[in-house]
């Protein structure tokens, strides 16, 4: 009877995933109801994008937008004075729209994607109005996983 339970357990947890199905996990993306008003909503997905950072350099040498997911990143509170939804983040080398998800809410938003200095494992910075709108706590330290694109 035990195992029986066990792997009810395993086969039950076999399916769940961190991330949702459009981030290339299993659990269904945002519905609109957990969208807010700030531009809160799933992601679109490219068939062709096989979800990888496709960062290119164009003809004349300059770093041209990325596509797709960029990574993971500690968000620390940015700037309460700088009004906006954007994300300063080593993960991106120019200027450019982009998506934060936040596991714990299940909630994205769109953002400005703007570059900051450092390897890609450094944390980023994140405006109050993003935070607000993923229902991440202002004084934590938040795990977002951040889209391009």
């Known amino acids: 009877m035990r195992w029986i339970v066990l ?3 395993v086969l039950g947890v076999a399916g769940c995933d961190a991330l949702p199905e459009w981030a290339g996990g299993s659990r269904p993306a945002p519905t609109a109801e957990q969208s807010v008003d700030t531009g809160v909503s799933a992601p ?4 062709d994008d096989p979800g990888e950072n496709q960062s290119t350099t ?3 040498g300059k ?10 990143t500690v968000a620390s509170l940015g700037n309460a004075a700088e009004p906006g939804l954007w994300l300063k983040t080593p993960l991106v080398s120019v200027e450019q729209n982009g ?4 596991a ?3 909630k994205t938003v769109d953002v400005t994607l703007i570059p900051i200095d450092g390897p890609d ?12 709108a993923l229902g991440a706590p202002l004084t934590g330290l938040p795990d977002v996983d951040v889209f391009a694109g």
């Open 7 to 9: 792997s009810a357990c």
């Open 44 to 47: 679109e997905t490219d068939a």
């Open 58 to 60: 164009g003809s004349e």
């Open 63 to 72: 770093p041209e937008v990325s596509v797709g997911t960029l990574g993971r």
């Open 99 to 102: 998506r934060v998800y936040y």
């Open 104 to 106: 714990e809410t299940n």
């Open 121 to 132: 494992t450094a944390g980023s910075r994140l405006s109050l109005e993003a935070m607000q």
